[in-house]
C-alpha cells in the first residue's frame, strides 16, 4: 500500500468515529481552540500592521538604504525579515481556526488527567519555535508544520527507499 493510499483510507475511515463520547469525555467543542486562534491571529495582524511602516522589504532598494553604515543595514534586514514573517503567522493562524471550527482539526486527547482535547492536526507553524530557533535544522520542524510531516512521512520514506535516491541527494549538496 502506498503512503498516499494509506493517508486517504486514514483520513476518510469512517470507523475512526473521532467525535464518539470515550473514556476520555464528551465529543469536544472547538469553540475555545478557535477564539485563541483568532486571537493569535489579530496580535500577529496588529504586530504586522505596527511594524510595516518602519521596516519594509521595499525599503532595501531605497537610495537612503545604500547611504546607511552596516550595522544600520544589518539590522534594518534583520527587522524587514522579521516584520514580513508576521503576515505569514496571520494567515496561517486564520487558516488553523478555520479548520478547528469545522472540526477537522481535532487530533485526540491529551494523556494527562483530566484528558483535554488536542487541537494541533491544523497548527502549521510554531511562532515562538521559528522566533527562538537556535539553528536553521529546527525550522522545519516549526514552520510549515503539515507540510513537513507530509514530506517526511510519505515522500522522503518512499523516496529513499528507491534507488535514485541518494545519486539525487548527492546533486543537492
Excluded at 467525535?19 to 469553540?31: D, H, L
Excluded at 516549526?142 to 515522500?155: A, D
Aim: one cysteine or more; aromatic letters at 20%; a positive charge.
Amino acid at each position: 500500500m502506498s503512503c498516499w493510499e494509506y493517508l486517504f483510507l486514514r483520513f476518510f475511515n469512517l470507523s475512526l468515529q473521532i467525535w464518539a463520547p470515550t473514556e476520555k469525555g464528551p465529543a469536544p467543542s472547538p469553540f475555545g481552540a478557535t477564539i485563541q486562534a483568532l486571537l493569535q491571529a489579530t496580535v500577529c495582524m496588529a504586530l504586522y500592521l505596527y511594524l510595516i511602516p518602519h521596516f519594509n522589504i521595499s525599503g532595501l532598494n531605497s537610495p537612503a538604504y545604500q547611504e546607511w553604515g552596516f550595522w544600520k543595514r544589518l539590522s534594518y534586514q534583520f527587522m524587514s525579515g522579521f516584520t514580513a514573517r508576521w503576515k505569514y503567522y496571520f494567515i496561517w493562524s486564520i487558516s488553523e481556526a478555520a479548520v478547528i471550527i469545522s472540526g477537522l482539526g481535532f487530533s485526540g486527547w491529551t494523556d494527562t488527567s483530566p484528558s483535554k482535547p488536542k487541537w494541533d492536526r491544523a497548527k502549521n507553524v510554531d511562532i515562538l519555535g521559528v522566533e527562538f530557533a537556535k539553528s536553521s535544522v529546527q525550522l522545519p520542524l516549526v514552520w510549515n508544520i503539515q507540510v513537513s510531516t507530509w514530506l517526511r512521512h510519505c515522500e522522503l520514506i518512499s523516496f529513499s527507499k528507491s534507488q535514485l535516491f541518494f545519486p539525487v541527494l548527492a546533486e543537492f549538496y
